[in-house]
């Protein structure tokens, strides 16, 4: 057998060839299309528009839309009973005890009307059933020689949040002393004798009635989360650009939109920049089958 073996040829030693078939397969790619980086320009764009509403936010007494503005605007619509409110009466670091606190309300057919409440003893006053947004509050301090003093300011109370059925407002008073009253007139005399001194805020009040401190401090704090969401947005739009992602752009699109913008321009741009990452076409990878290099189409 194994002088059989020895008369049989091996096998030629050559590397085995394949001929191509020239047949090219197509891979397509979500990302790298060249107009995704000009939309996330765009994005990014937007994303100062958020930056700066929220800088409009963290500076009430200055910027475009004021707290006053926005929490009056919210009460627009709301119930005519739906608010809440007390706070402390001061006059010299010292709680008024007995001072009459009178507010104006609006009744459910519409017409004017007020409410009218004591401070006890540690010169607090509650109502209950207010009108929400802007109105006007008298507070009145009773003296013993029958002269009286008399405030008057514009305060806006908090509407209902949409997770409550009340809205609760909480606003302190100091009063001047005596002697700032003693420059005022002291009219409305009435047949015992007595009369008011009044000093009226309203004029100085009128572009900044007086409000709640916590939806002020919300406010601001509203201002920072969009500062905070146009930054992290503007992250993933920079790096959509660089990578040409329309994954990461997309998420950029939906973040800016709760930044909002001035008169809600981001919120309009990005729900425009979003519709168009979805017209962009998906760029065709070719992969040769001779082995050559990836051929890049849009």
């Not at 509650?126 to 008298?138: D, E, Q, V, Y």
């Not at 302190?172 to 001194?197: A, I, V, W, Y």
Request: charge should be negative.
């Amino acid at each position: 057998m194994s002088e059989l073996l020895e008369d049989v040829v091996a096998l030629p030693e050559e590397e085995p060839v394949f001929k191509s078939s020239g047949v090219a397969f197509e891979i397509k790619s979500e990302d790298g299309h060249p107009v995704l980086r000009m939309i996330g320009i765009f994005v990014f764009i937007i994303c100062g528009l958020g930056i700066a509403n929220g800088l409009d936010f963290i500076t009430p007494e200055s910027g475009l839309v004021r707290p006053h503005e926005w929490i009056n605007g919210m009460a627009n619509g709301a119930p005519f009973d739906s608010a809440e409110f007390e706070g402390v009466v001061y006059s010299g670091g010292e709680p008024i005890v007995n001072a009459t606190v009178v507010i104006g309300i609006s009744l459910e057919d519409g017409t004017l009307s007020q409410m009218e409440n004591q401070t006890d003893e540690n010169g607090k006053f509650f109502f209950s059933g207010a009108t929400p947004g802007l109105t006007a509050i008298k507070i009145t301090r009773w003296n013993a020689d029958d002269m009286h003093d008399v405030v008057l300011h514009r305060i806006i109370l908090n509407p209902p949040s949409p997770m409550e059925s009340k809205g609760f407002s909480t606003i302190n008073f100091d009063l001047p002393n005596t002697n700032e009253f003693q420059k005022e007139d002291c009219g409305n005399e009435n047949l015992n004798g007595s009369c008011f001194r009044e000093i009226n805020y309203h004029p100085e009040e009128m572009e900044f009635p007086l409000i709640d401190e916590s939806a002020a401090g919300m406010y601001i704090m509203v201002g920072w989360g969009m500062i905070g969401l146009s930054l992290i947005s503007s992250g993933f739009a920079f790096l959509g650009i660089k990578k040409g992602s329309r994954g990461m752009i997309q998420t950029s699109c939906v973040l800016v939109f709760f930044t909002a913008g001035h008169y809600y321009s981001a919120c309009l741009f990005s729900i425009m920049a979003l519709a168009l990452t979805f017209t962009v076409p998906r760029k065709s990878i070719i992969l040769d089958a001779e082995g050559r290099h990836p051929i890049h189409s849009p």
